[in-house]
Every structure is written in structure tokens, then in C-alpha cells.
């Protein structure tokens, strides 16, 4: 049976971008890199905690505008201790928010931001009441 998810995948366009903001701003760690059958790098590996990584794959392009709710991916949740702080420590780090700190309809605390590549992340501090922490 599924014990859990053990990562989510990004092609990206510029790794050094990517790891930069995945690792020293949001403080991931890069826990190794596989490389393709040539020896070239394809895929960093960044470590989110024990068993659960994102991996970044090399060669990303930036895909033409498509519909405005294109089926698929639509973003990444990070929990959080303490919304407010996260959200200080990525505009102090240059990271532009999509979305201030609000508490949504299910009680919790979210901010947004993209990644380099545009990819959307929430930022979910959880609130006891919660219907996540109550399911």
C-alpha cells in the first residue's frame, strides 16, 4: 500500500536559480544528484525531511501561456510553524509574495510565492481547527 509521497519533480531552467531558492532561502538540503547515462547532470536532489525530496531535473523551458487554469499541477503546500515569520524571511529575501498572510476558509494561515521557474507555493501555517488537523 502508499506509505507516502516521497517527492515532487520540477523541470527547471536555470538550476542554479532553483537551488538557490529551494536551499538557502526556503533552507532545503541538497542531499545528492544522479546523472544521465552520458555523466551530464539531469536530476539534484533536495532533501525536505527524512524519505520526502524535490527533485529538480536540468533542461527546463519555459512553457507558452496556455489557458488560465491549465489542467494539472497547480502548486506545492509547505507547512509552517509561524506564518508571519516565513513570510518576513522571503521578502527579506527578495522573494516577491503572490498572496500577504490570510486565514482561509478551512482556518488555516497561508501565504503564496512562485519559485524561480513561476511554480506556485503555499505556505500553510495549521490551525487547530482545521478540518486537516481534525480528518
Not at 520540477?10 to 538550476?15: E, L, N, T, Y
Not at 544528484?33 to 536530476?43: C, L, S
Request: hydrophobic share 35%; with cysteine; net charge negative.
Amino acid at each position: 500500500m502508499i506509505k507516502g509521497i516521497a517527492h515532487l519533480a520540477f523541470d527547471v531552467a536555470d538550476m542554479e536559480k532553483s537551488l538557490h531558492f529551494y536551499c538557502d532561502i526556503l533552507g532545503f538540503t541538497r542531499a545528492f544528484d544522479i546523472p544521465n547515462d552520458q555523466g551530464e547532470p539531469w536530476i539534484e536532489y533536495i532533501k525536505v525531511r527524512e524519505g520526502q525530496f524535490i527533485e529538480l531535473f536540468y533542461g527546463g523551458q519555459k512553457k507558452p501561456e496556455q489557458v488560465e487554469r491549465p489542467v494539472g499541477f497547480s502548486h506545492l503546500c509547505l507547512e509552517v510553524e509561524h506564518i508571519e515569520r516565513i513570510a518576513e524571511h522571503l521578502r527579506n529575501q527578495g522573494v516577491k509574495l503572490d498572496a500577504p498572510p490570510v486565514q482561509g476558509k478551512d482556518f488555516n494561515w497561508q501565504c503564496w510565492a512562485r519559485d524561480p521557474d513561476g511554480n506556485r507555493i503555499e505556505f500553510m501555517q495549521m490551525d487547530p481547527k482545521s478540518p486537516q488537523m481534525n480528518g
